[in-house]
C-alpha cells in the first residue's frame, strides 16, 4: 500500500513523500514522482527519516525527572501534572508566566494549535524575532514590501543564476536539480560564498567574499554598473524612491576599499556586475549573508543590486530570499482578543529573557518542535535557567534541551498523523499528508495533547480530531487563496514572477531604496572586531543534518586555513578548544589552503556528552532591531587540547 506525506524538516524544498506500507509497517520512502519540485527524489536526510521513525532511541513514554534522573509515568500523570501547574502559575500570577517556545524542529501546520491553546489560556510569553532568517525578511519588507519567490521553473528563463551564499547542493537540493538542468539548456551559474562549498562544482563563476563583506561587493558591482551606465534607468525612474543617495554612495566608494573589506580585486567586481547586466539574472540569497549584526543592510544591499541592473519584475530574474505568500493571512490557529496578558521575547535572547524577566517571572516554560538549548545563541546560560523551571518538552528523542525537562511527552512522527504543510521558503505548493502508521509506543500529537490539556483546565477550546482541524484549514486556504484542493497537493498561487506589475507592498508601492526608519543600506561590515590571537566563528549548514537533527554520523571539526592554525600551533587532526566569554567547546582542527584566513568554518548543531554545544561559544548578538541571532558576529581564542 502506498501513501502520501510530506516531508517534516525546515528545508527549502518541502518535498511529497510517498510511504510503502506493508503490514502496517512503512518500509520505505521515496519523493513522489507527480510532485513537480520534488520529481521523484528526496535528499539523503529525507531518505533517512525512516530511521527515526522506528529508532530504538526514539522517546515513546512520557517521562518524569525525579533527583536528576527519568522515569517512566503515564500520560494521565504527566498531564494531570502539567495541568496543576498551570493552575498554580494562573492562582499565582497570569499566563504570561508561562513561556512558550516553538521551534522548526517539525514543519507541520497543525501544531499552531500550541499557540491557540495558550491564547485560549489568556496568552502567554510568546516568541519573537528569528534564529535564522529574520534579518533578510525584514530587509525585503522594507524593500519590495513582503519577501517573494519566483517560480522554481522560472529559472529556466534566465541567463545567469547567481547563487549568493546558497550552498544549494547540500540545503536546497532541487533547486540544485533545477540549476544543473538550466545548465544544460546553456545557462550560466555564479557562486558567492565565503568558501568552496560543493555547490562550486556547478558553477561558471565562483567567487570567495570574507565573511560578512556581501554589502561591499554588491556595492562594487553598482557602482561599476552606474559608472557604464548600465543601469535600469526607466525601473529606476518610475518605479523606486531613494535612489540618488544609493547613486551617491557608490560614487564615493573606492575600488580598492572593497577590495580591502572583500578579499577580492576589480576583475572579481567588474565580472558580478557584468553577469548582473545580462538579464534577466536569478540571485538567490542563502540564509549566510545576514548572520551578522549588519544583516538587514546586507541583504538590502543585494536587493539594490538586482534593482538596479534591471532583474525585478521580470521573468528569468528576482532577489530570492524567501516566499511568504501566507503572510497577509490570517492565522486560524491566533486568537488575540482571548490573549489579553500575551508578552514576547525574543529567541536570540531566550537565556537573557529567562534571567531578567520578574514581572511576572517565568515559572513554566513549554517547548515543541524545537531544541533551543542547542539552537539558541548563549546555550549554557538556557541550559542554566531553564535547569531553574519547570520544564515541559514535545520532542521524540532526548536532546540537550530534554536534559533540563522536567517532563518530556513523546512526540508523534509525521507518519503517525494527519497534517498540512505550508511552504514559505522557496516554493508555493500546499502539501495535505495522510496518517501512514499507528503511532509508535504512547506517542501524541500536537492536537491529542492539546485537547487532553484543554480539558483538564475547563477550557472553552474547540475541541477537534486531526482529520477535522485538517480540513478547516483546507477550507482556510481555500477561501483565503481561491484554491481547491483536488488531491494531496496544490498550487497556492499563479505567481510566477513576484511584483512584475511594479506595484510594490510597500508604503510608497514602489520599490524603497530608502526607509523611514532605517535609511538607506550601505556597505557595511559588522561592527565587531577580533582581539589579538581570536578568529571570527563562522557556524553553516551541515548537509547530515537539519539543524540539531542528526541524521548521519559526523565528528566535530573546525575548518581553519593553514597559515592561522601554523600561527597558533595547531597541526591537522589536533584537538582544540574554541572559547571566549560566553564558553567553549572542544573540535577537531582540519587545515585548508582553499579558505581565507581570519576565520573557522563550524558546521551547527554539535552536542557533546556534557550537553555543550557550539553555541556555547555564541554570544546572543542580533542584526538590527532584533531580527534574528547575529551567529557569526562571533569570535574564538583557540587552544590546543591534550587528547
Excluded at 532541487?174 to 545557462?187: C, I, N, P, S, T
Amino acid at each position: 500500500m502506498k501513501k502520501k506525506t510530506f516531508c517534516p524538516l525546515d528545508c527549502f524544498d518541502s518535498c511529497a513523500i510517498v510511504a510503502q506500507v506493508e503490514d502496517g509497517k512503512a518500509v520505505k520512502l521515496y519523493g513522489d514522482k507527480d510532485h513537480p519540485i520534488t520529481n521523484g527524489f528526496l535528499c539523503p536526510k529525507g531518505y533517512r527519516l525512516l530511521e527515526k521513525v522506528y529508532s530504538k532511541e526514539r522517546v515513546t513514554n512520557p517521562l518524569l525527572r525525579v533527583k536528576n534522573e527519568f522515569h517512566q509515568i503515564s500520560w494521565n500523570q504527566a498531564l494531570d501534572m502539567i495541568a496543576e501547574q498551570i493552575k498554580e502559575i494562573l492562582k499565582k500570577y497570569n499566563s504570561s508566566a508561562i513561556l512558550y517556545y516553538s521551534g522548526d524542529g517539525y514543519e507541520g501546520y497543525l501544531r499552531n494549535i500550541e499557540r491557540l491553546f495558550f491564547d485560549y489560556l489568556g496568552g502567554a510569553t510568546y516568541s519573537e524575532g528569528s534564529l535564522c532568517w529574520g534579518a533578510g525578511l525584514l530587509a525585503q519588507k522594507i524593500d519590495f514590501g513582503n519577501s517573494l519567490c519566483h517560480s522554481p521553473f522560472d529559472i529556466f528563463n534566465s541567463n545567469w543564476i547567481v547563487l549568493w551564499g546558497r550552498n544549494a547542493l547540500w540545503t536546497n537540493l532541487h533547486l540544485f536539480y533545477f540549476v544543473h538542468m538550466a545548465k544544460k539548456q546553456g545557462k550560466k551559474v555564479a557562486v558567492i560564498d565565503i568558501y568552496p562549498t560543493e555547490t562550486f562544482k556547478v558553477a561558471d563563476i565562483g567567487l570567495i567574499i570574507n565573511p560578512g563583506s556581501d554589502s561591499y561587493l554588491a556595492y562594487g558591482a553598482i557602482k561599476y554598473i552606474l559608472e557604464n551606465g548600465k543601469e535600469d534607468r526607466e525601473f529606476i525612474e518610475k518605479y523606486t524612491v531613494g535612489f540618488e543617495k544609493v547613486k551617491e554612495i557608490a560614487s564615493r566608494l573606492t575600488y580598492e576599499e572593497i577590495e580591502k573589506k572583500c578579499g577580492v580585486n576589480k576583475k572579481d567586481i567588474e565580472n558580478i556586475a557584468n553577469i548582473c547586466i545580462q538579464r534577466p539574472v536569478s540571485t538567490f540569497i542563502g540564509y549566510g549573508p545576514q548572520r551578522y549584526t549588519n544583516g538587514v543592510n546586507t541583504i538590502r544591499t543585494i536587493d539594490y543590486l538586482v534593482a538596479i541592473s534591471g532583474n525585478v519584475g521580470i521573468k528569468g530574474g528576482g532577489s530570492n530570499f524567501a516566499h511568504r505568500f501566507t503572510k497577509n493571512i490570517a492565522s486560524i490557529f491566533k486568537d488575540d482578543t482571548r490573549a489579553v496578558n500575551k508578552r514576547f521575547y525574543n529567541r536570540a535572547k531566550l537565556g537573557e529573557y529567562l534571567k531578567d524577566q520578574q514581572n511576572p517571572p517565568i515559572e513554566m516554560v513549554y517547548i515543541s518542535a524545537g531544541n533551543p538549548v542547542s539552537q539558541c545563541p548563549d546555550s549554557d546560560l538556557v541550559f542554566r535557567e531553564l535547569q531553574k523551571r519547570f520544564v515541559v518538552v514535545v520532542d521524540m528523542f532526548l536532546t540537550a534541551t530534554t536534559q533540563a525537562a522536567t517532563i518530556i511527552l513523546p512526540a508523534a512522527s509525521f507518519l503517525e498523523k494527519e497534517d498540512v504543510f505550508v511552504p514559505n521558503m522557496w516554493h508555493d505548493y500546499i502539501g495535505v499528508s495522510e496518517k501512514v502508521i499507528e503511532k509508535v509506543g504512547e506517542s501524541k500529537s500536537e492536537v491529542e495533547i492539546i485537547n487532553e490539556l484543554a480539558k483538564r483546565l475547563d477550557l472553552d477550546f474547540p475541541i477537534k480530531s486531526e482529520k477535522e482541524w485538517v480540513e478547516c484549514v483546507k477550507a482556510h486556504f481555500e477561501k483565503a487563496l481561491n484554491i481547491k484542493f483536488e488531491k494531496h497537493f496544490v498550487r497556492a498561487t499563479k505567481m510566477d514572477v513576484p511584483w512584475e506589475d511594479k506595484v510594490f507592498a510597500t508604503k510608497s508601492k514602489k520599490f524603497e531604496f530608502e526607509d523611514e526608519k532605517m535609511g538607506v543600506a550601505v556597505p557595511s561590515t559588522d561592527e565587531e572586531r577580533a582581539l589579538k590571537n581570536q578568529l571570527r566563528l563562522v557556524t553553516v549548514h551541515s548537509q547530515k543534518t537539519l539543524h540539531s537533527q542528526e541524521f548521519f554520523e559526523r565528528r566535530p571539526i573546525a575548518i581553519f586555513n593553514i597559515e592561522d592554525a601554523k600561527r597558533l600551533g595547531i597541526g591537522n587532526g589536533d584537538k582544540v578548544l574554541l572559547y571566549n566569554g560566553c564558553g567553549g567547546f572542544v573540535v577537531e582542527a582540519v587545515l585548508r589552503q582553499d579558505v581565507k584566513r581570519g576565520y573557522i568554518i563550524v558546521e551547527e548543531g554539535y552536542q557533546d556528552q556534557n550537553i555543550e554545544t557550539i553555541n556555547s561559544c555564541i554570544f546572543s548578538k542580533t542584526a538590527e532591531m532584533d531580527s534574528q541571532a547575529a551567529f557569526n558576529s562571533n569570535f574564538v581564542f583557540v587552544k590546543k587540547v591534550a587528547t
